[in-house]
């Protein structure tokens, strides 16, 4: 905490992380799907609350805000690494997880904003158990109430839904590796390898383990699709507080994800 207070030379508050995301583009009635690292923004007085207050003044709700939610834990067991678990272990894992709940489970690897986010008031969560996104505003339940379970970031997801309104992506000092939509042009670029995995759900009020069908991701790619994507298209940049931030177009990061997966799968 001394290390973040330190580097930040200005103080952080609702009111001037407002200011920077307007001079960043954000505007009132936007859809948004934010990505966001607190601690890049340096010391913020209200700390992740103040980013998410900041975030609803500036959209309002004449737009939406969506952010992922994402549960890796609630996943196929088989294929942890980090860390990986016994294989002796696999089966009862599968027996004893608790069932995915979207008020109870916890994200996992989103960082504060997200977590605090999620119990926010009229904040909703999709129903997948490992991809989950989290909404407020006037297009929540349009973007994630049709989660399907098969094909998690596919054309049953809210990337798909927040594709067809055109919504912008907001890094608050992320980068492309993390960019959720580049998986959407996975899906859509031909020659992606099914797999399986599985999860605890509820299913009538019982938990139960479904195997579902999903792609094999490669988001080890993500960061030269994000070189690729700023060669063709026009992101805008600066910052909030102190992170580096930009927002940009889901639709031209899908389709140019969509485009560098076809180039490479015919490699």
Known sequence: MKEIVDKTKKLNTVSTLMED?????VKEGATILVHSSLSSIG?????????IEALINVVTNKGTLVMPAQSGEWSEPSKWGNPAVPESWWEEIRQTMPAYEKDKTPTWGMGLIPEVFRNYPNVDRSNHPSSSFIAWGKDRDQIINQHSLDFSLGEQSPLARLYDLDAQVLFIGTDYGANTTFHLGEYRAPGAEIVKEGAAVLENGQRTW??????????EEFVQVGVFFEQEYRVQKGLIGLAES???SIKEAVDCSEKYFTQKRAE
Do not use: P, T
Not at 21 to 25: E, I, M, N, T, W
Not at 210 to 219: G, K, L, N, Q, T
């Open 21 to 25: 995301l307007r001079s960043l583009g």
């Open 43 to 51: 010391w913020v007085n209200g700390g992740s609350m103040a980013v």
């Open 210 to 219: 479904r195997v579902y069908h999903d792609i094999e991701f490669a988001e």
């Open 246 to 248: 930009c927002l940009f």
